[in-house]
T-cell receptor
Framework: ETGVTQTPRHLVMGMTNKKSLKCEQH?????MYWYKQSAKKPLELMFV???????ENNSVPSRFSPECPNSSHLFLHLHTLQPEDSALYLC??????????????FGPGTRLTVL | QKEVEQNSGPLSVPEGAIASLNCTYS??????FFWYRQYSGKSPELIMF????GDKEDGRFTAQLNKASQYVSLLIRDSQPSDSATYLC?????????????FGQGTTLQVKP
């Protein structure tokens, strides 16, 4: 595997379900990110982990719970979601943010549908 | 006011023409800017980044940054149908050391054969 991988690629879940999204990066980076991309809206940053510590929580509802057990893996745990949470969820990684530029590489995304 | 603004388009250009994509930003503290390309149903892929005033060229792509006018642009020379995609402009928020990228909503480019 190379780059940033995400599983599953597609997920359909009911509002009472609990599921998890997984992201793995094979680039030797130590910062990882979760983004949400809804139709007709800009990419929204949800969480940032740098050196396995959460450094950003962008006012995300508590029904989304991130976990970063090590610098290569990132999870997004989902529970009691709403239909408006249906979107493409993208994971990205970069070198730990430093300096003035921060090149992020994206995974293929998980297309989530909440019924 | 949105922090990063782009015209959603679509911008339509004929094959072989120059496509000009524009982006403005509101945070004067932003230092670095990125252009990503996103094909329909795919994830964004980085094309270029720029952090100095002026032009930066990479193959058919030229990024331009004017910090005084808070303006970033991407020029695509000799446009090809394969360049048809949504182009996302992003800035690193202010002096953030958390890598917080702020994205515009993207401009859809259509290159017609």
């Amino acid at each position: 595997e190379t780059g940033v991988t995400q599983t599953p690629r597609h997920l359909v879940m009911g509002m009472t379900n609990k599921k998890s999204l997984k992201c793995e990066q094979h680039l030797g980076h130590n910062a990882m990110y979760w983004y949400k991309q809804s139709a007709k809206k800009p990419l929204e940053l949800m969480f940032v982990y740098s050196l396995e510590e959460r450094v950003e929580n962008n006012s995300v509802p508590s029904r989304f719970s991130p976990e970063c057990p090590n610098s290569s893996h990132l999870f997004l745990h989902l529970h009691t979601l709403q239909p408006e949470d249906s979107a493409l969820y993208l994971c990205a990684s970069s070198q730990a943010p430093a300096g003035t530029y921060n090149e992020q590489f994206f995974g293929p995304g998980t297309r989530l549908t909440v019924l | 006011q949105k922090e990063v603004e782009q015209n959603s388009g679509p911008l339509s250009v004929p094959e072989g023409a120059i496509a000009s994509l524009n982006c403005t930003y509101s945070d004067r503290g932003s230092q670095s800017f990125f252009w990503y390309r996103q094909y329909s149903g795919k994830s964004p892929e980085l094309i270029m980044f720029i952090y100095s005033n002026g032009d930066k060229e990479d193959g058919r792509f030229t990024a331009q940054l004017n910090k005084a006018s808070q303006y970033v642009s991407l020029l695509i020379r000799d446009s090809q149908p394969s360049d048809s995609a949504t182009y996302l402009c992003a800035s690193v928020r202010g002096s953030s050391n958390t890598g917080k990228l702020i994205f515009g909503q993207g401009t859809t480019l259509q290159v017609k054969p």
